[in-house]
C-alpha cells in the first residue's frame, strides 16, 4: 500500500483516540500505518470546544484533552486558512452544519482522503469515506 493522507471528521478522531476499537479494523490499520498522513482539522478542536460550552450531560470531552491525545497517537494539526474556506462558497447545500462544510473544504484543498460516519458527506466528493462505528 502507498502513503496516503487522511482527514478526520470530528466523530472519527473522538472515536479514534477514545476507543478506536469501534474503528472498522481495516480503518484502525490505516491509522497506525506510519507511511499514512493522518490530520484533524482545528476546525474539530473548534467544535468539541463549542459543544462541551454547551454543557449537554452526554459530551465530556475538553478541547484541550483531545488535542494532546490526538498529537499523542501520532496525528497532525491541520490549521484554518482562508484559501480552505474559499472551497466552501462553491458547495452545494447536502449538509448543513459548517464544521462539516468546512472539513469538506479542507480535504479538497489538501487533497485527502476524508474519514467519516455521516453518509450525506459522501455527496460531495469521492475522497470521501463512509464508515460504519462497531457497536460497544
Known sequence: MSK????????????????????????????IDSRNRIF??????????IKRSLNKGNFDFLPEDIYQL????????LPIQSTDCYGVVEMPWHH?????RLLIAQTKSIPAYFLTTDHVLSQYSDLVIHLTLKKT
Open 40 to 49: 484533524f482539522s482545528s476546525a474539530s478542536i473548534w467544535e468539541i470546544a
Open 96 to 100: 448543513r452544519d459548517p464544521f462539516d
Open 4 to 31: 496516503r493522507t487522511y482527514l478526520l471528521d470530528t466523530n472519527i478522531l473522538l472515536t479514534a483516540v477514545i476507543a478506536p476499537e469501534m474503528l472498522p479494523i481495516e480503518i484502525q490499520n490505516i491509522l
Open 70 to 77: 490526538a498529537l499523542q497517537t501520532g496525528f497532525s494539526e
